[in-house]
């Protein structure tokens, strides 16, 4: 369903990503950001996924600045490597590898961001920063604390579990406090990474919810 391909940058670099198509004409397009752990499997399987639902899915590999094609597992010494990656993240870069991906798909219809822990918090940047985008959508990122400040330019929804040990709910209350106008969902009992299905911490009655809510969303807000 999807295929490697490369991307260039506004700097000049040239970056990977993983590119997933639907099988009829696309109702437009979805950026896919990556956890801490690379365009690996699972971020693959969200692209074809998305793709599935009718949109040209991308995943930039936000790392390969740092190390390229980096993928990996779950297992707690992949979990301590990949954490080395965000020591201290350099965010302009990867919101200039994101800006190339929404670029990308750009001819194919109104273009979406979704993210995923450490891309949660790049979907909501880039719904901040980003041009070309019409929604964007965090799962648990947990910088975006640090973003509240700053005004979506478009349609943005959030989603938290009430138990991620990384992400206080007074963060959250904030978030919300600061920027009443995005769509903040927390699911009681759910941890850090309840999205994703290869992590101990996967939460199926909460992804349940809030991957249809995802879809309503993106539907609502990706028409041409």
């Known amino acids: 369903m999807g295929q490697d391909i490369k991307l260039k940058a506004s700097d000049g670099f040239e970056l990977g990503a993983y590119r997933a198509e639907p099988t009829s004409a696309p109702k437009g397009a979805v950026v896919v950001i990556q956890e801490i752990f690379g365009v690996n499997h ?9 793709a599935r639902e009718g949109y040209v899915a991308i995943a930039p590999s936000i790392f390969d600045r740092i190390t ?106 904030t978030i919300k406090s600061k920027r009443p106008e995005v769509e903040v969902f927390i699911y009681p009992g759910a941890q850090h990474g309840f999205h994703c299905d290869e992590r101990a911490s996967y939460d199926r009655a909460s992804a349940d919810i809030a991957w249809p809510r995802s879809m309503e969303f993106f539907a609502k807000h990706l028409q041409k």
């Not at 699972?42 to 998305?50: E, F, G």
């Not at 597992?73 to 800006?99: C, I």
């Open 68 to 173: 390229p094609n980096f993928q990996s597992g779950y297992s707690p010494d992949e979990v301590a490597e990949a954490r080395k990656f965000v020591a201290n993240p350099d965010f302009a870069a990867m919101l200039r590898d994101s800006q190339a991906a929404i670029d990308a798909v750009k001819p194919v219809g109104p273009v979406g961001i979704i993210g995923f822990c450490l891309g949660g918090s790049i979907a909501y940047a880039a719904a901040t920063k980003l041009s070309g985008l019409s929604a964007a959508i965090g799962y648990y990122g947990g910088a975006i604390i640090r973003f509240a400040d700053d005004k979506p330019a478009v349609p943005t929804q959030l989603h938290f579990g009430e138990k991620d040990a990384g992400i206080p709910l007074s963060d959250v209350e």
């Open 42 to 50: 699972h971020i693959r399987s969200v692209c074809d996924r998305l």
